[in-house]
């Protein structure tokens, strides 16, 4: 018997990324809120990232040294809260 009452959401999120020398490789899940950036369709993910991140395309000086930023990635997630009675 288990102590935790749980619950699950599925959904799309955005994976930050970033490779420099300096730190090497970043990843991280955006969060606002404290809570992850989480979306129902790859299209409204896609579509937030571009209107938020979408300038790292056309700025080859942040994708390059002492940066290393990629334009971030849609992931399928699925997020599992715990918490205890």
Known sequence: MSNYKSSTREGWGILWQSKNRLDGITEHLLIENCYPVLFRTRQEARKYRDEKY????????????????????VIKLKIIFKAKK
């Open 54 to 73: 979408g300038y790292i395309r056309v700025r080859e000086d942040l994708r390059e040294e002492p940066h290393g930023w990629k334009l971030p990635k």
